[in-house]
């Protein structure tokens, strides 16, 4: 591995008297997939705007494979590929003449960029749809081409804002495949996300932003074992119940916290865990009626984070 | 991985043959987009042949200009509130754009700045070329001649393409900052019925009222169509068509300007 592809060093940008990023620094090691995971407004957008010459930041700086993305923009724009949130894509172009015009536009000589678009038409499964108009396709077809409009010209760092939101299951898993198939073959990406799962199933880091700063940074697991606690929550056929089961939980060294008929036990060893706290209860309190696993989510992690504490 | 090759920066010449590349692929693109888009070729090609009609056969008889036949003297009149009103689609067509996220993506494009306005007036540029010739011809079916031969008549309309060209570079400062196709619409409208109709476009400014007068004879489209007239229908034309390029190199380099600014503000 080189030194880092993406680099930000302290990263300002306001509009008007809304601070979207506060000193935003972070670095992506080349041929490496990060994960920008925040809320919204959490300042992932003007951080990919930035980084990908859309955008100037108001002070710090940023360079991507070591050139500044606002002294040398136009050599920056030659090495990185944008897919924003919003799918650009022309409705009234075909698919295959949105990404021709892509293609030329990002100085790929005119039958390179055929055959190139015939290519990415075909990995990215358009194929078939490839000659109709793109105002015809489906919200996951249109995702789908945006991305391979942001590959035309093979750079080696991809930004993708939110590639997924917005799409259904399939489609969502078929994108994510595209983005393996991209980080296997060493491009460089840039994703940000709202969601765990998918920050956790793509990115090799994590870089965790809260209102235009770092709020931590770390591997999936690493995040997961910090601030994830899986939650088991027991339901009871009756209050009763469950204050018979909560007694007998918090004798045996678990916190239930019980509301109604309802019983929340949080635990830090992983969903495997549920076996013990049922052998608990089992012959000494009502069985529950119901049982659900939460596995850890983002706002597990910012209330941990915005709470200043950490999870067991 | 081994070391990214990083582009070199072209020299002057192949840049300027790289932006003019570019700006040829934004407008076929445009082009492209609306054949595609019925309603605005609908928009664009059939409601000026209507107002021809409209103009020459339903208000004309009621019109009395001394000295000229209505339907010459409204066809310069119709080519300039055709263009005025086509301009207003730049408006429309860019903030589209602005809006679908598109212009975000291509800054993030190696390609020339300047294409994306470029492109896009060139694209207008190509439609009023093809509706004024298509009025052009509805015009002589209705019984409109020119007095001065067909180099008044060419003279006249080059004129009216320069005009069209400066306002969609003014309207394209217009799109670019409102990113709704809608508020394009209804912010341009209004501005260009003003200048159309208390211009001389249908009727002679002589013929309003004082107050009126002194703002339809001082205005860009009053001085296109005093212009076309002088070149179509003979007369001294020095005068006016002087006023007309005038106004049409005036616009033309007040909005670049301002529409470049625009576009290089949108990424602080």
Redesign the interface.
Known sequence: ??GPAIAAEGLRKAFGQVTALDGLSFQVL??SVLGLLGPNGSGKTTTV?IL?????PDAGRATV?G?DVVADA??V????G?????????P??TGR?NLT??G????VDRKQARARADELLDSFGLSTAAGR?VRTYSGGMRRRLDVA?ALL?RP?VL?LDEPTTGLDPESRLGLWESVRDLAHS?TTVLLTTQYLDEADALADEIVIIDSGRVADVGTPAELKSRFGSVVFDLGFAADADAEAAARVLTAGGYRPERAGAGIKVRSGSGSGAITQVLRALEGRAPDPVSVAVHEPTLDDVFLTLTQGGKAA | MSTIEVPRRPAVLSRIAAASWDTADVAGRNLLTQLRTPQALVFALVQPVIFVLLFRYAFGGAIRIPGVSYVDYLMPGIFAQTVCFGAIGTAVGLSADVRSGLLVRLRTLPMARIAVLGGRTAADLARNLAVVAVMTGVGFAAGFRTAQGAAGLLAALGLVLAFAYAASWAFAALGLRVSDPEAAQAAGVPVVFLLVFTSSAFVPVSSMPGWLQAVGAHQPVNALVNAERALILGGPAARDVLIAVAWTAGILAAATILSARIYARMSR
């Open positions: 591995m080189n080349a041929g705007s990908s010459t859309a955008l100037r494979c050139r136009a050599a724009r030659g090495l990185i944008f897919a924003g949130q919003f799918a650009a894509v022309d009234n172009l003449e015009l892509i030329r536009l990002s100085r108009l409009a010209h080696p930004f060493g």
